[in-house]
């Protein structure tokens, strides 16, 4: 690992101890960050699947109605039947967070509370499939919103793992052992200016002795 080019004062040395904490309290705190997004992000993917399952079902049912509808009825009946709904649909979208991330909260509202009003028609010209297709299809609108809902916070939490993750293995294998390296290297200049001083001051002390025996042999 490359040591920071830095000069190997203590002044600095402090510095650096003390990013280095600021790093070690980082990095456990993004790691349990990053833990938490996967228990979260694990139990949508778990839900998902089995919204998901549930809504294939539904439309299955829905697009074979449909298609028995189509062959006991003429298209243009069947185009007619549905061209004019009697019901609509508004969806609103506002945000929540999770573990600093802003998910979609996904809610509808119908503009009339009679369950009748979902069938644009009469039922003398139509078949009773279309009506299958139809109260099925309005059924499952909520798990529709639901289901898309997760996936897109499944998407966001996906994302957020990985930025998190990436900056835990930097702190984890870049920042952190360059910190320890630099404080080791300025360490290890430090004790060795260090002894350096210390030698040099038994030499001077050596030197100040031999001159005063010289002096006290002189007189």
Do not use: C, W
């Amino acid at each position: 690992m490359a040591v920071m080019r830095v000069n190997p004062t203590r002044m600095e040395l402090t510095r650096l101890k003390k990013r280095l904490q600021v790093a070690r309290r980082g990095h456990k705190l993004l790691k349990d960050k990053r833990d938490e997004l996967m228990k979260k992000f694990l139990e949508l993917v778990r839900r998902n699947k089995e919204l998901r399952e549930k809504v294939e079902e539904s439309m299955m049912k829905v697009h074979s109605s449909f298609l028995i509808a189509r062959a006991v009825m003429s298209s243009e009946v069947l185009d007619e039947a549905l061209m004019f709904p009697k019901q609509n649909v508004s969806i609103s979208v506002s945000t929540k967070n999770i573990m600093s991330v802003d998910v979609p909260v996904m809610n509808f509202e119908t503009s009339s509370d009679n369950e009748d009003d979902i069938y644009p028609y009469g039922y003398a010209t139509t078949s009773s499939e279309l009506d299958t297709a139809i109260s099925t299809l309005s059924r499952v609108l909520p798990d529709l919103l639901e289901l898309s809902q997760m996936e897109k916070s499944a998407q966001l939490l996906a994302q957020e793992i990985e930025r998190t993750r990436r900056r835990v293995n930097a702190l984890e294998y870049v920042l952190i052992p360059q910190l320890e390296e630099t404080i080791r290297y300025i360490t290890m200049k430090l004790d060795e200016n260090e002894r350096g001083n210390l030698t040099r001051l038994m030499k001077v002390k050596d030197m100040m002795l031999e001159q005063a025996r010289q002096a006290a042999a002189n007189r």
